[in-house]
């Protein structure tokens, strides 16, 4: 401390706060001013809200780098870890007077600002999101903060996932919606996964020419009246008795979640639940396709309507991602990089239109040219800006490869832009989820001491005293040990050292943790 300095270090003075220490004798608060005489001055020193403390400053060193700020700028969060006296506690030093947190100083700033800004939020645009999120959460600025954020970020926000009322539906949905829950949910589960991969491999077969047997009769123009396939051909076929099996374990599955649904509105709202009912229609429009066809129907249309239902059998695979944390984390990761991906797409068509039309131009001297038109010339354009090329079509005047080698070039720049951000993304989400398989549980153990502590206080101080003095502890009980109020020690022992030490951390006076 230099000499003439008005702040005095209080950390190691002992100063008589009793109410009754004189009725004209200054009190001095741990800013170092002196305030009014008698009772009511001492009342106002030990307020840590009070108006002459709100104007006090506040020492923060993280990790060695040193910050001050004002008590009424983290007292506009007081939910928060440095919004609330007692939870910033417990990272005091009581030699230097100061908060020391041992975190990420880029991140503090951002920090910092948000308590200064009044609730702003920014992320250094070097540090990763998962790093940054870890820093909110140790500074507990609050779920809502954190939710703003995501929003901010891009992130679609997450719906909570109620559980049913009853005790039989509640078993019955964990059973088919988490297959983590239980080994029965394990077992239904692979399953489940079985019936999808056989459902996918006998899709792929009957595409095979071997058993393109419609396909075949309808060549050969033969129909249901001149004997080419009855029902009960169609009941025999291998395929189909395979495609049956799996239809029905998918309606089951599909009809036991809907049961057990707690909201049959928001069973609807998932894409999943929306898959696994697409997957099940094809079978049934292509059972009445056939049994339609056998009483004499258009063979040509018929095999146009299989062939359309057909395809969308294709997307039963999606129902993978079920039973697959992976795509989970991608199609995340393609939810909350829709605008990035929109973008991407902008980018691609303005690029089109204008290459496009360029090639066109330059190649319409030459003959030869295999650009006739600008709609003919969007296939080139696409190939070559996502550096595909095929070759089918290729330019040939000095002008056309320079348009060729502007628009690849172009391509490369586009495509490369947005993949940071998705990659930041499937990082976050990748990250989160292996968070929360290896999450650690903790309990806290209570103990009488503070308990009866707690109660003895809110006995003692009346309001609004009890909530200003609701830090200090009984000077006698403890045997004088030090608490800080602002960056400074009351009582001249430090932490740990009082008279009677009953153990564990007297100083943080909180519960201890116990590891389960």
């Known amino acids: 401390m230099r000499q003439g300095d008005k ?3 209080l950390g190691m003075e002992e100063m008589d706060l009793r109410p009754g220490a004189g009725d004209n004798t200054p009190t001095r608060h741990w800013g170092g001013a002196e305030t009014c005489e008698g009772q009511k001055s001492w009342r106002s020193g030990c307020a840590w809200r009070g108006g002459c403390v709100a104007s006090e400053r506040l020492a923060i060193n993280v990790s060695g780098m040193r910050y001050e700020t004002h008590l009424r700028t983290l007292a506009q969060f007081p939910d928060s870890l440095l919004g609330d006296p007692h939870r910033r506690l417990r990272y005091f030093d009581p030699m230097r007077n100061e908060l020391f947190l041992d975190r990420s100083r880029v991140c503090f700033d951002s920090i910092l600002y948000f308590y200064q800004s009044g609730g702003r939020l920014r992320r250094p645009p070097h540090i990763p999101l998962d790093v940054f ?3 909110l959460r140790f500074y507990e600025l609050g779920e809502d903060v954190i939710t703003r954020f995501r929003e901010d970020e891009g992130f679609v926000k997450e719906e909570p996932r109620p559980l049913p009322s009853g005790a039989l539906q509640r078993h019955l949905w964990m059973l088919f919606e988490h297959p983590e829950s239980s080994s029965g949910a394990r077992i239904i589960a692979v399953i489940s996964i079985m ?8 899709f ?3 595409t095979m020419p071997e058993f393109k047997k419609e396909e075949r009769e309808v060549h050969h123009g033969s129909n249901s009246s001149s004997g080419g396939h009855t029902a009960s051909d169609l009941f025999l076929d291998p395929f189909f008795m395979v495609e049956t099996i799996c239809i029905c374990w998918f309606s089951f599955e599909l009809f036991m979640r809907f049961t057990c649904a707690p909201s049959k509105i928001h069973f609807f709202k998932d894409v999943m639940n929306v898959i696994d009912f697409v997957a099940i229609i094809p079978y049934f429009v292509t059972l009445g396709t056939e049994l339609a066809d056998t009483k004499g129907g258009s063979p040509t249309a018929t095999l146009a309507v299989i062939r359309v239902i057909r395809l969308v059998r294709v997307f039963r695979i999606f129902k993978l991602s ?25 980018f691609l068509f303005i690029g089109v239109i204008l290459f496009s039309s360029a090639v066109y131009f330059a190649e319409a001297d030459n003959k030869e040219s295999m650009f006739t038109s600008i709609p003919e010339s969007f296939w080139w354009a696409v190939v070559s800006m996502t550096t595909v090329g095929y070759g089918d079509m290729y330019p040939v005047t000095v002008g056309g490869k320079l348009v060729g080698s502007m628009c690849a070039i172009a391509g490369v720049l586009t495509i490369s ?3 940071p951000v998705i990659v930041s993304n499937f990082s976050y989400f990748y990250h989160r989820e292996m968070e929360n398989e290896d999450t650690t549980e903790y309990v806290h153990v209570s103990t009488d001491i503070w308990q009866a ?5 809110e006995e003692q101080w009346p309001e609004p005293e009890k909530q200003a003095n609701q830090l200090l502890y009984e000077k006698g009980r403890y045997g004088g040990i030090c608490v800080p109020l602002n960056g400074m020690i009351l009582g001249g022992l430090c932490a740990g050292q009082g008279e009677g030490h009953l153990g564990g951390n007297m100083y943080l006076k909180e519960p201890l943790v116990t590891q389960v």
Not at 322 to 346: C, M
Not at 453 to 457: A, K, L, M, N, S
Request: aromatic share 2%; glycine share 6%.
């Open 7 to 9: 702040e005095t270090d």
């Open 133 to 135: 999120m870890e820093e």
């Open 322 to 346: 079920r039973h697959s944390k992976g795509l989970q984390i991608l199609g995340q990761t393609l939810r909350a990089s829709l605008r990035e991906l929109a973008l991407l797409i902008f």
């Open 204 to 206: 792929c077969l009957e």
């Open 453 to 457: 502590d707690e109660g003895e206080q």
């Open 195 to 202: 019936v999808i991969i056989v459902s996918i491999v006998i």
């Open 417 to 419: 832009l947005p993949v």
